[in-house]
């Protein structure tokens, strides 16, 4: 079997998954962690069982809706295991991150000679493409920041005296995507400002499933991004 690119990056967030846990994963699990339909996921993860990197069990269903109903899950193989040892899946995310916020970074250092609008479109091309939640994740941010900038750049300033404030490096992030929000109310109709909102809610749900350590890492890019982007 062909392991391609994407089925390599499903394959990582699934043993991710399981080496967090311990369990086998539902593929709705993994659907959501990586921004794609349960469908989507449900295909490629069983191409990944047909080359014997995914093994295939049941088990009885906790939800309300469908108690005592028997649901899909799927398990790592040893071969899965020995091909994505834990440094080497740490490393690709490291990697991808570090890539990630270099380049947004030096976006923001240059918005100012830059067409706002040419930014978000280009960033949500790109976005369309990205399943590695944190590094969707930055890329938000990014997004976020060039569109307050557009249309409101002195509030700039007052948006970073709030996020001062917030305690908890999810509350910063989530303080954050909600200004945004408040300044898209006025025009939900706007293309561009649809396709954002879709990304704010992805990005909510990313930060709400991401661990400590990529919640800091996103609220000090946050911080970094908005006092260079001055």
């Known amino acids: 079997m062909n392991l391609t690119q994407r089925r390599k990056e499903f394959l990582h967030k699934i043993v991710n998954l399981f080496r967090q846990t311990g369990l086998p994963v539902h593929y709705a699990t993994v659907a959501q962690a990586l921004g794609v339909s349960k469908w989507t996921a449900y295909d490629i993860l069983k191409e990944l069982e047909k080359g014997d990197f995914l093994r295939r069990e049941y088990t009885l269903s906790r939800s309300k809706k469908a108690?005592?109903?028997?649901?899909?899950?799927?398990?790592?193989?040893?071969?899965?295991?020995?091909?994505?040892?834990?440094?080497?899946?740490?490393?690709?995310?490291?990697?991808?991150?570090?890539?990630?916020?270099?380049?947004?970074?030096?976006?923001?250092?240059?918005?100012?000679?830059?067409?706002?609008?040419?930014?978000?479109?280009?960033?949500l091309e790109e976005m369309s493409r990205i399943e590695l939640p944190v590094v969707f994740s930055a890329y938000t941010i990014a997004l976020l920041i060039t569109h307050i900038h557009e249309i409101n750049?002195?509030?700039?300033?007052?948006?970073?005296?709030?996020?001062?404030?917030?305690?908890?490096?999810?509350?910063?992030?989530?303080?954050?995507?909600?200004?945004?929000?408040?300044?898209?109310?006025?025009?939900?109709?706007?293309?561009?400002?649809?396709?954002?909102?879709?990304?704010?809610?992805?990005?909510?749900?990313?930060?709400?499933?991401?661990?400590?350590?990529?919640?800091?890492?996103?609220?000090?890019?946050?911080?970094?991004?908005?006092?260079?982007?001055r």
């Open 67 to 123: 108690p005592g109903r028997s649901m899909v899950v799927f398990r790592p193989t040893e071969k899965a295991l020995k091909l994505l040892p834990p440094q080497e899946v740490k490393s690709k995310t490291q990697e991808d991150w570090s890539t990630a916020r270099s380049k947004l970074l030096s976006l923001v250092d240059n918005m100012k000679n830059l067409n706002p609008q040419k930014i978000k479109e280009e960033l």
């Open 153 to 229: 750049s002195r509030g700039m300033a007052a948006l970073k005296h709030i996020l001062e404030l917030a305690p908890k490096p999810e509350l910063v992030l989530s303080l954050f995507a909600g200004s945004a929000i408040g300044t898209m109310l006025k025009s939900m109709k706007d293309t561009v400002n649809s396709k954002i909102l879709s990304c704010i809610r992805r990005f909510e749900d990313h930060i709400s499933e991401c661990d400590n350590q990529e919640r800091r890492l996103l609220a000090s890019f946050l911080t970094e991004a908005l006092q260079r982007s």
